[in-house]
């Protein structure tokens, strides 16, 4: 029986169930075309796609969106340069193109998290009941500073961006990836009463400017901002390894992109 | 006649005329209180407000929400421990503060962009009938990064974020300040045909990526990011000169906030 794109998206859901409403739809191909190459990334650009056809792959699961926005709405693009030669690329090609956002953060555990718990070798932190929320062994010693050293070089990230205290020993932290928005990170710093948030993008106004607030107030409180990409493409190693395992005559890889920004 | 919190609100939104729907509220205190000292700032933080509390000031004009989220909804908020410390601290006070945000940018020219552009000393490059639309003059030869430069000697930045090449020859340009959102600036770059977009603060997953995409086209497309305050709190500049005009018996002031985050 061969591999059909419909046959590697029924494995992707399964742990989930169909959803009514959700991004995680085929945004290019066909579900009954056949399937031996599969590539796995956090963001389908321009490049990724042409060095998936070059390279003769037959279907990319990637986690954000193709179009630059959430729901890749692209009436708003009508005739825009960027998107049409995107477009053009991707449907004379045939590539598949499947999202898988929605359902990948409703496995149980949260694929995108544990992939990042385990880049990070963080799993023994993570409070089995809730594994966002971490909490250090009393012998292990960390302040901002040494976790953001620690985040830079198993993510391999140039800089990041803190608020509060560097040198702040911390007890107890919450690694929410992506970007979550602002309600929910300062509502999870205050029910967990955590020292220090972890998370992948804020709005500056929001995250940011309540962290400033607390520190300034005195309270022992920080803010760890990775960058959106850093802080989830990893956890798509999930993807990899799933489709491995269930299609083993597949040839399945990674591939991870440079930052989109640089900072100078 | 006393100067009250009316009076000046009065003339703050006396250039656009009252809007039917606007975030532009007096947030504490009361429209009759006297008035005789005055600050103005991007941002209604803790320490701005201690400060202008300790200093006896009556009213604050900030251009940025007090509580954390753009319609400065407090109900999700109960009982939070920042939330609750910094409205005792203003409560207490009984400090009147107007948040400037809707009509300032209404006014013609956008008082915050005009006061960019002067801080920058670029009102000759804007496009008169489009002051967000820049050329630079033939004989000045900039390419982004010594553009980046400019910036963050001007502002006062440390560092900020790039996409595309940073040598890239830059003709002309666009200024969106604040966080006006993906579509507005893919829109932007699209529609006037521009080599370089600056803005405040994007979704990663928008702006950027379509910059990373262009970029990875051979397009001539390059994104400056500055940080949202870095784009817009010298702006509040033109308020500290309106006010003091219209009311030379004050003590009109500018507080200059540090940025909430740092990046190490």
């Given at each position: ?18 959803l009514e409403r959700t991004v995680d739809l085929l945004k290019s ?12 990334v956090f963001m389908a650009t ?14 990319i699961i990637t986690h954000e969106p193709t179009y630059y926005n959430h729901m890749d709405e692209v009436a708003w693009l009508?005739?825009n340069?960027v998107f049409?030669?995107k477009r ?9 193109i499947f999202r898988l956002h929605d359902y990948i953060h409703e ?5 995108i ?63 929410l990836v992506g970007a979550s928005g602002g309600r929910s ?14 998370v992948g993008e804020t709005n500056?106004?929001e ?20 960058g959106h990409q850093?802080s989830e493409e990893?956890g798509m ?23 989109a920004?640089?900072?100078?």
């Amino acid at each position: 029986m061969i591999i059909t794109v419909q046959r590697v998206i029924d494995r992707l859901i399964e742990p989930v169930g169909p959803l009514e409403r959700t991004v995680d739809l085929l945004k290019s191909g066909r579900l009954d075309a056949e399937v031996r190459k599969v590539v796995v990334v956090f963001m389908a650009t321009y490049a990724v796609i042409q060095q998936a056809v070059e390279s003769g792959v037959d279907l990319i699961i990637t986690h954000e969106p193709t179009y630059y926005n959430h729901m890749d709405e692209v009436a708003w693009l009508a005739n825009n340069q960027v998107f049409e030669r995107k477009r053009r690329l991707i449907e004379e090609s045939g590539i598949s193109i499947f999202r898988l956002h929605d359902y990948i953060h409703e496995y149980k555990p949260d694929g995108i998290l544990i992939g990042m718990l385990k880049k990070l070798e963080w799993e023994a932190y993570a409070n089995p009941e809730e594994l966002t929320l971490l909490t250090l062994p009393p012998d292990e010693r960390h302040t901002v500073r040494t976790l953001a050293a620690h985040l830079k070089n198993k993510l391999d990230i140039d800089s990041l961006l803190i608020a509060g205290d560097p040198e702040m020993q911390v007890r107890n932290f919450g690694f929410l990836v992506g970007a979550s928005g602002g309600r929910s990170h300062i509502q999870y710093f205050e029910s967990r009463n955590i020292d220090l948030l972890i998370v992948g993008e804020t709005n500056e106004w929001e995250t940011n400017e309540y962290v400033r607030d607390a520190a300034d107030m005195g309270l022992p409180k920080a803010l760890i901002v990775t960058g959106h990409q850093n802080s989830e493409e990893a956890g798509m190693l999930t993807v990899v390894d799933m489709v491995r395992e269930a299609f083993p005559q597949l040839q399945v890889d990674f591939i991870a992109s440079p930052p989109a920004v640089m900072r100078i």
